[in-house]
């Protein structure tokens, strides 16, 4: 796997509005044989050709992060990675400065939540040979779809100082009237506008919808991602096969698009529309079918997510991709800069 330091204060610490620019003038490195470019987000348009192909992520950012009471009346944050479809919940028991999970939590750990609410967490959803860290648990109420976004907040890493609102953590094209969410934000499309979506469309490169509700992606624990519900329509399956048929690019923006993709993608190539839960992992051992390119932010070192890279780009053009990265001291996580592979 592609491995690397990230410099001291190359770690995006609020949103680039903040910083002064506009979403779409956060850096865009362009990897291709060969070649290594330097652009800003909003050249995109310029970058892909006639014919080739967007597909986005709709799915909305959910206000994941709840204030939850211990017995012994610590408050601590908890976050909320999925909803299944029976109602119960997978959670993640964080310590009390957030500095990482709690694994030294017990099954039957009972918590209170805001609104009356108790938790109770009832086992490991799966320990992957580690320590607990995501649990399955059940609320006393059964909250409503609207409970998280009356008490909840995003959550955020050690990475970003202070809470922010939700607004910053939703993407563009969004769709806030979905009946489910991401735990985070799928942040690869963060930076596009309407400006850059405008300019694609004249750039004659269509942008087809998606959803993939992402659960959490603890930066401090590198596990492969878990199952995550999904739904690939039928007119994105079609316009994704009739672009590989025509030899055109297939672009995904973030590694949400990718899984999501390859799961409705067969071993004949074609994608079909398909949807539920998928907990297909990239890599060598499973490359990628149908996605050609891919528009992505910048990942940690050993994250899972590399992996994905690799298997749409290479282990070479990852590796060089992110020691220029590096070098150019561009800023990482989800408010930070962007890299555009076109194997």
């Known amino acids: 796997m592609t491995t690397f330091t990230i410099p001291d204060g190359a770690e995006a610490t ?13 850096r865009l490195l362009t990897a291709a044989p060969g070649r290594l470019t ?26 994941a992060r709840l204030d939850a009471r211990r017995a012994d009346g610590v408050v601590v944050p908890l976050h909320v990675s999925t909803i299944l479809d029976d109602g119960s919940w997978v959670v993640e028991l964080r310590r009390p400065d957030n500095s990482g999970p709690d694994l030294g939590v017990e099954p039957g750990t009972v918590l209170a939540l805001p609104g009356g609410v108790r938790i109770t967490l009832l086992r490991c959803h799966s320990d992957r040979g580690r320590a607990c860290r995501l649990w399955l648990a059940r609320t006393e109420p059964v909250p409503t779809t609207a409970y998280l976004r009356q008490h909840g907040r995003p959550i955020r890493y050690g990475y970003v100082p202070a809470d922010l609102p939700l607004d910053d953590y939703q ?54 991602p878990y ?83 690799e298997a749409i780009a290479g282990a070479d053009l990852v590796a060089a991709a ?20 076109l194997p």
């Open 171 to 224: 993407n563009l094209y969004a769709d806030l009237s979905a009946s489910g969410g991401s735990a985070e934000m799928a942040s690869a499309g963060r930076p596009f506008t309407a400006d850059v979506l405008v300019g694609l469309v004249v750039r004659g490169v269509p942008v087809v919808p998606l959803t993939l509700h992402t659960g959490v992606s603890s930066p401090e624990a590198h596990e492969p």
């Open 322 to 341: 992110y020691r220029e990265a590096v070098a150019q001291r561009y800023l990482w996580h989800e408010f930070g800069d962007s890299m555009l592979f």
């Open 38 to 63: 330097h652009t800003r987000f909003r050249d995109l348009p310029e970058l892909l050709e006639p014919g080739d192909l967007v597909v986005v992520n709709t799915s909305p950012t959910l206000a």
């Open 14 to 26: 609020a949103p680039a509005e903040e910083r002064g620019l506009a979403r779409d003038e956060v």
């Open 227 to 309: 199952a995550e519900r999904f739904a690939v329509p039928e007119a994105t399956a079609r316009l994704v096969t009739a672009t590989r048929q025509a030899g055109r690019r297939v672009v995904a923006v973030g590694t949400t698009v990718t899984r999501a993709l390859e799961s409705a993608t067969g071993d004949d190539g074609v994608t079909r529309p398909a949807g539920g839960w998928t907990d297909l992992v990239l890599g060598p051992d499973r490359p990628a079918r149908v996605v050609n390119g891919l528009v992505t932010g910048l990942h940690a070192p050993e994250a899972s997510h590399l992996l994905l890279l």
